[in-house]
Nanobody
Framework: QVQLVESGGGLVQAGGSLRLSCAAS????????MGWYRQAPGKQRDLVAT??????NYADSVKGRFTIYRDNTKNTMYLQMNSLKPEDTAVYYC?????????????WGQGTQVTVSS
């Protein structure tokens, strides 16, 4: 099993910045990829960004504003969010695809709320 704990959400004014963190813990696991998704009220959960062995991928709506990166020594992933817009308001979820005991599966965090006021 892999546990993911997000932190760093909150309320910020448009144009401001936030940094989200996602700490992965467990026993004897190997992370294959990590990413962030977000879900606004009444909408589906959408991809924000992913990182795999240093390669990154972003949704068009956040390119140039958000940066995803990892600290492998801490098993922690970050999402630096700059120039935030009201439409970035959502619950942000951390996810990882990891191998534990020879089984590969996806894990999700509990989510952290990001609210951007206009």
């Amino acid at each position: 099993q892999v546990q993911l704990v997000e932190s760093g959400g909150g309320l910020v004014q448009a144009g401001g910045s936030l940094r989200l963190s996602c700490a992965a813990s467990g026993s004897d696991f190997s992370i294959l990829t990590m990413g962030w998704y977000r879900q606004a009220p009444g909408k589906q959960r959408d991809l924000v960004a992913t990182i795999t062995s240093g390669d990154t991928n972003y949704a068009d709506s956040v390119k140039g504003r958000f940066t995803i990166y990892r600290d492998n020594t801490k098993n922690t992933m970050y999402l630096q969010m700059n120039s935030l817009k009201p439409e970035d308001t959502a619950v942000y979820y951390c996810t990882t695809r990891a191998r534990t005991g020879g089984i590969i599966r996806n894990y999700w965090g509990q989510g952290t709320q990001v609210t951007v006021s206009s």
